[in-house]
Nanobody, 116 residues
């Protein structure tokens, strides 16, 4: 059974940090590129960051470059999103996604709220 379980969300003040985790099981994790997406209330889901299968290549949406870092641990089947200098506009439900070719798996999401 394929599972992607996100954790680490919560309430944080502007300028603060959070580290999101995504635990994978039930598929060949190391063969899948991993991504984080987010969806704010009333908005479409937005791509945030991607890391390739080896962790050697990453990409970010412009709005988070220099603040967010995606990483992965293929041994423990985990992907992370370190979020620093958080802004109110980063508030959203954050989802992790696994993709290999046309096959995609999604997690259930974790809420991140940035507010004073």
């Amino acid at each position: 059974q394929v599972k992607l379980v996100e954790s680490g969300g919560g309430l944080v003040q502007p300028g603060g940090s959070l580290r999101l985790s995504c635990a994978a099981s039930g598929f060949a994790f190391s063969a899948y590129a991993m991504s984080w997406y987010r969806q704010a209330p009333g908005k479409e889901r937005q791509w945030v960051a991607t890391i390739d299968t080896t962790g050697g290549t990453t990409g970010y949406v412009d709005s988070v470059k220099g603040r967010f870092t995606i990483s992965r641990d293929n041994v423990n089947k985990m992907v992370y999103l370190q979020m620093n200098s958080l802004k109110v506009e980063d508030t959203a439900v954050y989802y992790c996604k696994a993709r290999s070719g046309i096959v995609e798996y999604w997690g259930q999401g974790t809420q991140v709220t940035v507010s004073s």
